[in-house]
């Protein structure tokens, strides 16, 4: 007997079609989101309303959550992702999940709509493109490939594949994809929607900066991620120096060999005044690229900024500290760049940090003068979340952290693995400014029973805190002790 055809997949339906474009087209946008969401709410069946409820607690999470599983926002939102995933996804979710990908690891569901991570040859497989006219497919927003080869005319199964149709966001991950593919996939009508492109390691043997600033009227690209690339300063210069740049709100060059050059040609780049996040992670930027950037009259919207693993030392933070001028920047990374204490008391005398929510500091050199530092300065009244770990706090760093009267804003501290032992622990447990922490993580810094149960049963400790204690000198009984008195306040132990 021959095997039973699988029914057709029902008909789109047009209005939520028209729904799922107005979202992408705007996907920084809460209220397209929340339109559809009552929309779903509206004329939907079981699984439409209680997708429409997961789009509401995913738009108000960025706004309220603190990121943590153990959030309030993240508890609601995790059973019914569990229980309705597979019905929202349809034909897709054995599609996704199958082979090499798990179910759960193949599909995330970003403000609500949907991401693919998948192998590149799985994408372009015949049964695949099956999939592309059915209103399943409609709620896929982005999709990272893998692992890709489409140099030659391998290339012409991806640029001619249905399933780019309406994407938002494609993300190329160690692919081989050729300079004249590439030039191909980006002129495609296809990605007339896209707003996010995200190319790593595609080289070698061309330049994808200058490939990208070939399509200034065809790409209005909001998102661009060149990394791992060897992107160095002339071709930043020319991805700079393009009108496809003024589009531009993130821009992400990490893992590149970007000197003081490159760095001054984003800064003085007539191009990016609408630029908002700029990411130069693990380059080889300097004192005077820093100060470029912190000062440019031609970045008056830059928000965050990311010159983690730099290696340019307490030259660099000098050098921001003098020209910092940037009046919107709240968001600044700062980790692995080899600052000492000198440094770090620079930046808390910095007029320029005084907007900052959120400073990340991750192993550098602070030790306790320099977290005294912070915990005194002036300027940082308005800081919200503060990353110090593998800083050589100590127990009195610590202490004086959460117990800064200037630092009345403070909400979420990491100080994992700075050897705050029992001691630091007791100090933190002890102080009335642990009240005002919504979420504290101390892992790996050899606090024992007593430290941690003093923190347990401290009168400061919020009920609404998520405490991380993993990677401690924690008895397994006490650690049960510790999950009985804390509950989802515990995050790990």
Known sequence: MPPRKKPPPAAPRPELIALLEACKDAPEDDAPRLVMADWLEEHGGEADRARAAFIRLQVRAPHEGTGFPTDALARQAAPLREKYQQAWLGPLWEWGGRG????????????????????????????AQ?????????????????????????GRALIDSPLLDGLASLRLSWTRIGEE????????????????????????NFDSARIVARHPGRLRLRRLEIGNNLLGDLEVRQLASGRHA?????????????????????????????????????????????????????????????LASNHFGDAGALALAEAA????????????????????AALAGCRGTARLAMLDLQSSKAGVAGTRALAASPYLGELQDLWLAANAVGPEGAEALVSSPTLGRLRRIDLSNNGLGEDGA???????????????????????DRGALALADSPHLPETITL??????????????????????????
């Open 100 to 127: 090499e990908y798990s179910l759960a690891s193949a599909w995330e569901f970003p403000r609500g709509l949907a991401v693919l991570d998948i192998e590149a040859r799985r994408f372009v497989a015949k049964e």
């Open 325 to 344: 001028r940037q009046p919107r920047l709240t968001h600044l990374h700062l980790s692995g760049n080899d600052l000492t204490t000198d440094g770090i």
């Open 426 to 448: 007791l100090r933190i447990a002890a102080s009335p400014g642990l009240r005002r922490l919504r979420e504290l993580n101390l892992c790996s810094n050899e606090i024992t």
């Open 130 to 154: 099956r999939v592309a006219a059915g209103e399943p497919w409609a709620w896929v927003a982005g999709v990272e490939l893998k692992h890709g080869q489409f140099e030659g005319d391998k």
């Open 246 to 306: 003024r589009s531009l709100r993130e821009l992400s060059l990490r893992a590149n060999v970007i000197q003081d050059g490159g760095a001054i040609a984003l800064a003085e780049s007539p191009h990016l005044s609408d630029l908002r996040e700029l990411g130069l992670q693990a380059n080889r930027v300097g004192g005077d690229g820093v100060a470029a950037l912190v000062d440019s009259q031609y970045l008056p919207g830059l928000e965050r900024l990311d």
């Open 181 to 204: 593919n590439l030039d191909r996939l980006l002129a495609s009508p296809r990605l007339a929607r896209l707003t996010d492109l995200g190319l790593w390691e595609t080289r070698p």
């Open 468 to 493: 991380v204690l993993y990677g401690n000198k924690v008895k397994q009984r006490t650690a049960k002790v510790l999950r009985e008195k804390l509950g989802e306040r515990l995050w790990s132990v």
